[in-house]
């Protein structure tokens, strides 16, 4: 493996190595950390040879869709649910696992689009999750021997074995198989119910008793809307839910080998009828229709900034405490020098008690710099604690505190709060501790802890969340 790199403080301004020009492979020139040191170059080359021509997980008529829908959000006229698991695994796959976080998904845009008003842009954790980046090389297993850090399962096992810790390139295209089959049963789930009750349904099985309320709300809203001649039930607008996938773009190696040229505006993946039009030409990712980069690999004279300024899709960047206003410009300069409105997603993940002092400097230079970017709260990753016990947990009263600060600077600095991005399972695990409906105790938590790496939301926590956001997306337009 490559050294564990440290988060970025973003507050050095590097020069950028090497020259402008760009190509799928031109990240190889970089510097690339978080990446493994495959035993076998040569069977690792075949397998790249061999995505290259497997067909696109997602079409860029798809991605300029979602790129016209963060455009909206940006300017406060949609927002963006992203959410699901930490990181996908090989074992844990299986239908009823997909089927939950899209149910889960649907509840929670339903929930917040019935309390905002605001057309919700579903994007999922899914379909392409599989590697995590690591702080620190080794590992001590449960036996005290150490170990190469698990990176998931798209580079190697997690069996707490070293010779299961090598890294098989035959995984990548394991990963790629399992994405694809994800996408097809998401695909025909969007299409697969006709009555809209179905959905609402969502909300009373994740929410129990105390959401039945708001669920006979949205009932009588789609009754006054039948009631005023507009077909619900049947209506595409209604049944047929636009979904789209993402990940954090770490294995360069994949995403270098389903990136493909777009020489022609094509139809394929497009709608006459949907605004966003065919793809523009260039190089589009077809891994997923957005993908992010995280703050251990946004280096400004590295690899994954390098490859991400090249292609078309929407990219997000992960910025936290740490982060200075003078490095946030920089990159965005970098990712986005056209800057196109919809391109950037700035995911912002600060802590419940930061947000409040580190986010507003960040949004006054943006605003000042005249940059287009959709605002994202990821109000997880850093209000991670351990129990007595040392079991990792994330408080659901610590994560909403992080939202709803969010909110508030926004609304202080005159700014638009754009989305929010969620580790979260529709099934009913105990990872997080509290919960508004039946909350996880620190005794609980062994109960059904199943995460492979941060601990996620349940159904019940996760709808709670998504109806705090839509109550604020609704006091935000009431002000």
């Given at each position: 493996?490559?050294?564990a790199?440290p988060?970025s403080?973003?507050s050095?301004?590097?020069p950028i190595?090497?020259?402008?020009k760009w190509?799928?492979?031109?990240?190889?020139?970089f510097?690339?950390?978080?990446?493994?040191?495959?035993p076998?170059?040569v069977?690792l080359a075949?397998?790249?040879?061999?995505?290259?021509?497997?067909?696109?997980?997602?079409?860029?008529?798809?991605t300029?869709?979602?790129?016209?829908?963060?455009?909206?959000a940006?300017?406060?006229?949609?927002?963006?649910?992203?959410?699901?698991?930490?990181?996908e695994?090989?074992e844990?796959?299986?239908?009823?696992?997909?089927?939950a976080?899209?149910?889960?998904?649907?509840?929670?845009?339903?929930?917040?689009?019935?309390?905002s008003?605001?057309?919700?842009?579903?994007?999922?954790r899914?379909?392409?999750?599989?590697a995590?980046?690591?702080?620190?090389?080794?590992?001590?297993?449960?036996?005290?021997?150490?170990?190469?850090?698990f990176?998931?399962?798209?580079?190697h096992?997690s069996?707490?074995?070293?010779?299961?810790?090598v890294?098989?390139p035959?995984?990548?295209?394991?990963?790629?198989?399992q994405?694809?089959?994800?996408?097809?049963?998401?695909?025909?789930?969007?299409k697969?119910?006709?009555?809209?009750?179905?959905?609402?349904?969502?909300?009373?099985?994740?929410?129990?008793?105390?959401?039945?309320?708001?669920?006979?709300?949205?009932?009588?809203a789609?009754?006054?809307v039948s009631?005023?001649?507009?077909?619900v039930?049947?209506?595409?607008a209604?049944?047929?839910?636009?979904?789209?996938?993402?990940?954090e773009?770490?294995?360069?190696p994949?995403?270098q080998?389903?990136?493909?040229?777009?020489?022609?505006?094509?139809?394929?993946?497009?709608?006459?009828n949907?605004?966003?039009?065919?793809?523009?030409?260039?190089?589009?990712?077809?891994?997923?229709?957005?993908?992010?980069?995280?703050?251990?690999?946004?280096?400004?004279?590295?690899?994954?900034?390098?490859?991400?300024?090249?292609?078309?899709?929407p990219?997000g960047?992960k910025v936290?405490p740490?982060?200075?206003?003078?490095?946030?410009?920089?990159?965005?300069?970098?990712?986005?020098?056209?800057?196109?409105?919809?391109?950037?997603?700035?995911?912002?993940?600060m802590?419940?008690?930061?947000?409040?002092?580190?986010?507003?400097?960040?949004?006054?230079?943006?605003t000042?710099?005249?940059?287009?970017?959709?605002?994202s709260?990821d109000?997880?990753?850093?209000?991670?604690?351990?129990?007595?016990a040392?079991?990792?947990?994330r408080?659901?009263d610590?994560i909403?505190?992080?939202?709803?600060?969010f909110?508030?600077?926004?609304?202080?600095?005159?700014?638009i709060?754009?989305?929010?991005?969620?580790?979260?399972?529709?099934?009913q695990?105990?990872?997080c501790l509290?919960?508004?409906?039946?909350?996880?105790?620190?005794?609980?938590?062994?109960?059904?802890?199943?995460?492979?790496?941060?601990?996620?939301?349940?159904?019940?926590?996760?709808?709670e969340?998504?109806?705090?956001?839509?109550?604020?997306?609704?006091e935000?337009s009431?002000?």
């Amino acid at each position: 493996m490559t050294s564990a790199s440290p988060t970025s403080s973003g507050s050095e301004a590097l020069p950028i190595a090497g020259d402008d020009k760009w190509a799928p492979d031109s990240w190889r020139r970089f510097p690339a950390l978080q990446q493994p040191e495959y035993p076998d170059a040569v069977a690792l080359a075949e397998v790249e040879a061999r995505l290259a021509r497997n067909p696109p997980l997602v079409f860029p008529g798809e991605t300029q869709r979602l790129k016209a829908s963060l455009a909206a959000a940006g300017r406060g006229e949609a927002f963006v649910l992203q959410g699901g698991d930490c990181a996908e695994t090989f074992e844990d796959f299986s239908s009823t696992s997909v089927e939950a976080t899209f149910r889960l998904l649907i509840a929670q845009v339903i929930a917040m689009s019935y309390l905002s008003g605001l057309p919700i842009v579903k994007i999922g954790r899914i379909a392409g999750q599989f590697a995590k980046p690591r702080s620190a090389l080794m590992e001590k297993t449960a036996d005290g021997l150490e170990i190469p850090s698990f990176r998931g399962d798209i580079i190697h096992s997690s069996d707490p074995d070293e010779a299961a810790r090598v890294p098989d390139p035959e995984r990548l295209v394991r990963a790629y198989s399992q994405s694809a089959a994800s996408l097809n049963m998401l695909r025909a789930l969007a299409k697969s119910t006709s009555a809209m009750s179905e959905w609402t349904d969502l909300i009373s099985t994740l929410g129990g008793p105390a959401q039945r309320d708001l669920v006979e709300r949205i009932e009588d809203a789609l009754s006054f809307v039948s009631a005023c001649g507009v077909a619900v039930e049947g209506n595409a607008a209604f049944r047929e839910p636009e979904f789209y996938t993402s990940h954090e773009a770490l294995l360069l190696p994949f995403e270098q080998a389903l990136t493909r040229r777009v020489t022609t505006p094509s139809t394929r993946g497009s709608s006459s009828n949907v605004s966003g039009g065919a793809p523009s030409e260039g190089w589009w990712n077809t891994s997923a229709h957005m993908v992010w980069v995280g703050e251990r690999t946004r280096q400004l004279d590295h690899a994954h900034v390098e490859f991400l300024r090249g292609i078309s899709n929407p990219i997000g960047v992960k910025v936290g405490p740490t982060t200075e206003p003078e490095y946030l410009l920089q990159i965005l300069e970098r990712l986005n020098p056209m800057n196109e409105e919809g391109r950037i997603m700035v995911i912002v993940r600060m802590g419940a008690e930061k947000v409040w002092r580190k986010l507003p400097p960040l949004l006054r230079a943006v605003t000042a710099a005249g940059k287009h970017v959709v605002w994202s709260c990821d109000p997880m990753h850093e209000n991670t604690i351990k129990t007595a016990a040392g079991v990792k947990t994330r408080p659901v009263d610590l994560i909403l505190n992080e939202m709803n600060a969010f909110f508030s600077v926004h609304a202080a600095e005159g700014t638009i709060p754009g989305g929010i991005h969620l580790e979260m399972t529709g099934l009913q695990v105990t990872e997080c501790l509290g919960g508004g409906e039946n909350p996880v105790s620190e005794r609980s938590l062994a109960d059904n802890y199943k995460s492979a790496c941060d601990p996620r939301l349940n159904g019940t926590q996760a709808l709670e969340m998504a109806i705090a956001v839509g109550k604020r997306l609704r006091e935000r337009s009431r002000a």
